[in-house]
Nanobody, 123 residues
Framework: VQLVESGGTEVQAGGSLRLSCTAS??????????IGWFRQAPGKEREGVSC????????NFADSLKDRFIMSFDNAKNTGYLELNNLKPEDTATYYC???????????????RGQGTQVTVSS
């Protein structure tokens, strides 16, 4: 299983981005896998963002993010997405997507994860 994230870049505060996570070697809706995102800023601990089951049920891990960050996935493209809105400098981090056997393993006990994509938000 391989996950590849893309879409990270530098953006000004208030801007938006859409991160993508494309899987190979497995399909997102196979065996009831859950997809999720977490992030890590320099010098800080990892922070869970959200997880979504193959039926579309979403679990959010940070109240401060749930209204700005939105998950989705496209089974036909085998790709998951994380839409980041109204970005703030404190959102600067490396964002990782991951697969989980179920939501109880979210956000850090993943089955597989990507290499990460860097998001930098300038003020």
């Amino acid at each position: 299983v391989q996950l590849v994230e893309s879409g990270g870049t530098e953006v000004q505060a208030g801007g938006s981005l859409r991160l993508s996570c494309t899987a190979s070697g497995i399909t997102f809706d196979a065996f009831g896998l859950t997809i999720g995102w977490f992030r890590q800023a320099p010098g800080k601990e990892r922070e869970g963002v959200s997880c979504m089951t193959d039926s579309g049920d979403t679990t959010n891990f940070a109240d401060s993010l749930k209204d700005r960050f939105i998950m989705s996935f496209d089974n036909a493209k085998n790709t998951g997405y994380l839409e980041l809105n109204n970005l703030k400098p404190e959102d600067t981090a490396t964002y990782y997507c991951a697969l989980y056997r179920s939501t109880e393993y979210c956000p850090f006990s993943y089955y597989a994860r990507g290499q990460g994509t860097q998001v930098t938000v300038s003020s």
